[in-house]
């Protein structure tokens, strides 16, 4: 079964600064990909999604993600922080697979901070 | 589209009585799932339908949960009875076409806290 590993609970950034969210995964074959944002109160949004291709993927709200196979890694990136991206990211691993082997796993979060 | 819609947004129970979560998904959309969200334990999928139709159920805690899709623009998760472990946010998703591929669009969230 797949799973994922985000090793950072918690990431305080200043405003204006570079981040780097760091999220390993395990699977056997290519997995598909996912960054999720969640802010307070609210549901998840999609950020950026990999499924094959260029492994450096473009999203939404400035934010890019790297696809590493020989790391099993899709960091996700943004070279400058706004204080509205203070919020919860969220990295998920699914397979290719239809049916009851579709289900995405979620890693268990990071929060994001941003000081002025 | 007014989005996934859910009700209600918080909910406050004693232990031991029924929990109705309600939930409208994107008109349109074919899937529709359930997680429940807690510190201890993250983002967890509990079920998800196609076409109204149950497809896995797997993380369906124990038999106090159930969840219908009735049609297609509704659907409930009741916990009978509830207990105070069952204090989560539940989380409705849906998505246009099969996961893991297709963005899942969520609703804000139920509250339930149980006393």
């Known amino acids: 079964a797949q799973s994922v590993t985000q090793p950072d609970i918690h990431i305080t950034v200043s405003e204006g600064a570079s981040l780097e969210l760091r999220c390993n995964y395990s699977y056997g074959a290519t997995p598909y990909l996912f960054w999720y944002v969640q802010s307070p109160g609210q549901g998840l949004q999609l950020l950026l999604k990999?499924?094959?291709?260029?492994?450096l993927v473009q999203g939404i709200k400035g934010f890019e993600a790297e696809f590493k196979r020989s790391q099993s890694s899709f960091n996700l990136r943004k070279p400058s922080v706004h204080w509205s991206d203070a919020a919860e990211y969220f990295c998920a691993v699914g397979t290719g697979y239809t049916g009851t082997a579709s289900k995405l796993t979620f890693g268990t979060g990071t929060r994001l901070q941003v000081t002025l | 589209d007014a989005g996934v819609i859910q009700s209600p947004r918080h909910e406050v129970t004693e232990m031991g009585q029924e929990v109705t979560l309600r939930c409208k998904p994107i008109s349109g959309h074919d899937y529709l799932f359930w997680y429940r969200q807690t510190m201890m334990r993250g983002l967890e999928l509990l079920i998800y339908?196609?076409?109204?139709?149950?497809?896995?159920d797997s993380g369906m805690p124990e038999d106090r949960f159930s969840a219908k899709m009735p049609n297609a623009s509704f659907s409930t998760l009741k916990i009978q009875p509830s207990e105070p472990r069952d204090s989560a946010v539940y989380f409705c998703a849906s998505s246009l076409d099969s996961p893991p591929g297709d963005e899942q669009y969520f609703g804000p969230g139920t509250r339930l806290t149980v006393t």
């Open positions: 339908f196609n076409n109204n139709v149950p497809i896995d």
């Open positions: 990999y499924f094959s291709g260029d492994t």
